[in-house]
């Protein structure tokens, strides 16, 4: 996929602390995930709970911000930096759960932050069993 010039600064949820079988993975991918985004010139801003992961390490991101992952934390972050995409995918069920909050309140709109990495109803229909269950049938996948 090409660079984007149009986007310059980009903000990347974290999964937050890491939970027996979630979590880590997640930090590996997003660690990998910010230094490929600054490696391509973006600025990245990070939002994480979780101080002892390889994520919030002063070199992966441009501005590194660890407050508990809430929907009003995420809003004052956005106000203060002002990124031009959300990166919600890396945060894992945290970070999907967040940006879709984000979205559906109007929050993103409001200031302009393109959601990258996966489309909102992407996630809704991941998250809602009878539209995924509609959608598998529409693919013709059997689902149980």
């Known amino acids: ?16 602390p890491i939970i027996i079988g979630q979590a880590c993975e997640f ?14 010139g973006y600025e990245v801003i990070l939002a994480n709970s979780n101080p002892a992961t390889i994520m919030t390490d002063p070199q992966m991101a441009d501005k590194t911000y660890i407050e508990p992952l809430t929907v009003e934390n995420m809003e004052k972050i956005i106000i203060k930096e ?5 990166l919600p995918n890396l945060g894992g069920q945290t970070g999907l759960n967040l940006s879709s ?10 200031y302009n932050v393109e959601l990258i990495g996966v489309k909102q109803e992407a996630i809704q229909r991941g998250e ?3 539209i995924f269950k509609e959608t598998m049938a529409s693919l013709d996948i059997a689902v149980p």
């Open 1 to 16: 996929m090409p660079k984007r010039d149009d986007l310059k600064k980009i903000m990347v949820i974290g999964s937050g």
């Open 82 to 86: 002002k990124p031009d995409a959300l």
């Open 27 to 40: 930090d590996y991918s997003g660690t990998q995930a910010c230094k490929a985004l600054k490696e391509e």
């Open 101 to 110: 909050e984000l979205s559906k309140k109007g929050i993103l709109a409001k």
């Open 128 to 130: 809602d069993r009878i």
